[in-house]
């Protein structure tokens, strides 16, 4: 069975850094686009960055140039490199990957940036 598994999350101060990191456990994963989504109280659930097996990423346009996503393949992992972090960027970070025409999902990790 496909798991995720996110980490890295926690409290940062304004204008601060965190790398989020989420495991999967398939030896496939090289093959797979991967997401970052997050969710914030009160808000639906966005798009945060993108991976492509291939390697081409996508950012939406609140994060980028802040926001970094990247993959290990030989480590199944994909990383959220954050940046210059904002109190707007306080969410619950989601590892997704669409897997045989479904959805899996991380637990999510909490990232909390204080002022």
């Known amino acids: 069975q496909v798991q995720l598994v996110e980490s890295g999350g926690g409290l940062v101060q304004f204008g601060g850094s965190l790398r989020l990191s989420c495991a999967a456990s398939?030896?496939?994963?090289?093959?797979?686009?991967m997401n970052w989504y997050r969710q914030a109280p009160g808000k639906q659930r966005e798009l945060v960055a993108r991976?492509?097996?291939?390697?081409?990423?996508t950012t939406t346009a609140s994060v980028r140039g802040r926001f970094t996503i990247s993959r290990d393949n030989a480590k199944n992992t994909v990383y959220l490199q954050m940046n210059n972090l904002k109190p707007e960027d306080t969410a619950i970070y989601y590892c997704?990957?669409?897997?045989?025409?479904?959805?899996?999902w991380g637990q999510g990790t909490q990232v909390t940036v204080s002022t």
């Open positions: 997704n990957v669409n897997l045989l025409g479904r959805d899996v």
């Open positions: 991976i492509t097996d291939g390697g081409s990423t």
């Open positions: 398939a030896s496939i994963f090289s093959i797979y686009t």
